[in-house]
Structures are given as structure tokens and as C-alpha cells.
Nanobody, 124 residues
Framework: QVQLVESGGGLVQAGDSLRLSCAAS????????MGWFRQAPGKEREFVAA????????RYADSVKGRFTISRDNAKSTVYLQMNSLKPEDTAIYYC?????????????????WGQGTQVTVSS
């Protein structure tokens, strides 16, 4: 079992930046892919970004490409999401997720473990 804890959310203005963190504990050796997803009020949870636990491969949703950067620190078992040029439409609860299989999947159903989420609110 893997435990994931997100942090770093908050209230910011449009154009500001935030960095989210996701600390993993437990059976972290079983993780091969980490992802960030988000869920806005009244909407379905959607893919944001994913990264391989080893190697340099990343994948982004078109809506965040060029503004968000996913990275990891294996020594700290932590994944980050650097969010720049934030827009009001980025307002959502952000969740990190872990996947035991390889592949930068954008599908919620292909992730095994989930954090509790952290709220990001972007005011205009």
C-alpha cells in the first residue's frame, strides 16, 4: 500500500504561481508512474500531468502544457507540480496518484493509489 499526501494549495490571483507537492510513503518501490489530476466543482476529475518514477518521460494535458511542470525527487519520494501563469479555470482540487504499471496514462482508472487532494483557487 502506498500513502500519498498533497500540500501547497492555496488562494492566488490570476497570473501567479504555485508549487504543489505530493509525498509518497509505504511501498514506494511499487510506484512506476505518478500523476496529477484535478476536479473542479460540478466537473469530472481530469488528467493534468504524469511522470515516470525513473527516467525523464512526462506527459501533460493540452490545457496546462507550457504553464505547468511536473518533476520528482526520488530521494524524498516526492512529486511536484509547478504551476505558472495560473488562470481562474485552473481552480480545482488537485490530486496526486500512483500507478504500479509503466506508461504515462491519463486515465483515472489506471492509477492505484490516490491522495486526499489540495485546493487551488485562482481569482480573477
Amino acid at each position: 500500500q502506498v500513502q500519498l499526501v498533497e500540500s501547497g494549495g492555496g488562494l492566488v490571483q490570476a497570473g501567479d504561481s504555485l508549487r504543489l507537492s505530493c509525498a509518497a510513503s509505504g511501498r514506494t518501490s511499487s510506484i512506476n508512474t505518478m500523476g496529477w489530476f484535478r476536479q473542479a466543482p460540478g466537473k469530472e476529475r481530469e488528467f493534468v500531468a504524469a511522470i515516470r518514477w525513473s527516467g525523464a518521460s512526462t506527459r501533460y494535458a493540452d490545457s496546462v502544457k507550457g504553464r505547468f511542470t511536473i518533476s520528482r525527487d526520488n530521494a524524498k519520494s516526492t512529486v511536484y507540480l509547478q504551476m505558472n501563469s495560473l488562470k481562474p479555470e485552473d481552480t480545482a482540487i488537485y490530486y496526486c496518484a500512483g500507478r504500479s504499471r509503466y506508461g504515462l496514462s491519463s486515465s483515472l482508472n489506471e492509477y492505484d493509489d490516490w491522495g486526499q487532494g489540495t485546493q487551488v483557487t485562482v481569482s480573477s
